[in-house]
C-alpha cells in the first residue's frame, strides 16, 4: 500500500521561508513517480503549486516563481518544497501528490496518491 506523507509546515512571518518535506513509501518503483506540491486556501480552489516529472523537470505555479524552490531525492523517494519570501497569500493547506507516469510517459492529470495535508501560515 503506497503512503505519502508530508512534514515541515508550520507559521512564519512575512517575507520568511519554510522546507516542506514529502516521502512516499510502500512501492519499489516510487523513485519513478511524478510528484507536486498543492496547496488550498480557505474558500479557494486547490492550486498545483510545483510538479516534478520522472525526469526530473520541474514546474511552477507563477505565483510561486522565484520564491518556491522544489527538488526531488529519487533515493530516499522525497520531494521538497523550500519556500522564501512567504507572504499571507501562501496561507494553505498544502499537499504533496505522487503517482505512475501515463501512457504517454508524462505526468497523470490525476494523481493517484495524496496526503494528508500540512498547515502553512504565514503572518504580516
Known amino acids: 500500500q503506497v503512503g505519502v506523507v508530508e512534514s515541515g509546515g508550520g507559521s512564519a512571518q512575512a517575507e520568511g521561508s519554510l522546507r516542506l518535506s514529502c516521502v512516499v513509501s510502500?512501492?519499489?518503483?516510487?523513485?519513478?513517480?511524478?510528484m507536486a506540491w498543492y496547496r488550498q486556501a480557505p474558500g479557494k480552489e486547490r492550486e498545483k503549486v510545483a510538479s516534478?516529472?520522472?525526469?526530473?523537470?520541474?514546474q511552477y505555479a507563477d505565483s510561486v516563481k522565484g520564491r518556491f524552490t522544489a527538488s526531488k531525492d529519487n533515493a530516499k523517494n522525497a520531494l521538497y518544497l523550500q519556500m522564501s519570501s512567504l507572504n499571507p497569500d501562501d496561507t494553505a493547506m498544502y499537499y504533496c501528490?505522487?503517482?505512475?507516469?501515463?501512457?504517454?510517459?508524462?505526468?497523470?492529470?490525476?494523481?493517484?496518491?495524496w496526503g494528508r495535508g500540512t498547515q502553512v501560515t504565514v503572518s504580516s
Open positions: 501528490a505522487a503517482g505512475p507516469t501515463n501512457a504517454y510517459g508524462t505526468c497523470p492529470y490525476k494523481y493517484q496518491y
Open positions: 510502500g512501492d519499489t518503483y516510487a523513485h519513478f513517480y511524478c
Open positions: 516534478v516529472d520522472s525526469d526530473g523537470i520541474i
